[in-house]
C-alpha cells in the first residue's frame, strides 16, 4: 500500500508517495540518512489512479519505498538515475517545474 501526503509551501505543491511499512522508520548508511517522518510522509492510502492526479499540477515529489519507486517509474514520475538506495530502501527526489 502507498500512503501520499500533499504539502503546498510557499505556492508549491510537493507531494510524498511512501510505501505505508516504511512510515516512521529510520534509516543510515555510511553519512546518509533517510528519516521517514510521520509528519512529512503519513497521508492517506490512495489508488494509482489517485496518486496520478495528486501529482498532476505538483511541483515537486518526494518517494520512499520499493513499491511507490516502482509505480513511479511505471508512470514516468521519475527517472532511475535520480534513486539512492539507502539500507536497501530505494529514494528519489524529483523536481517538476
Known sequence: MMIVKVHIAERRKIVS???????????????????????FYNGQALTEKEILKAVADANSLNIVGKESINFSLKNNLIDESNIITIKKIPHAISILR
Open 17 to 39: 508517495i511512501c510505501d505505508a511499512n516504511l512510515i516512521g522508520k529510520k534509516f543510515e548508511d555510511k553519512n546518509l540518512q533517510l528519516d521517514v517522518s510521520g509528519f
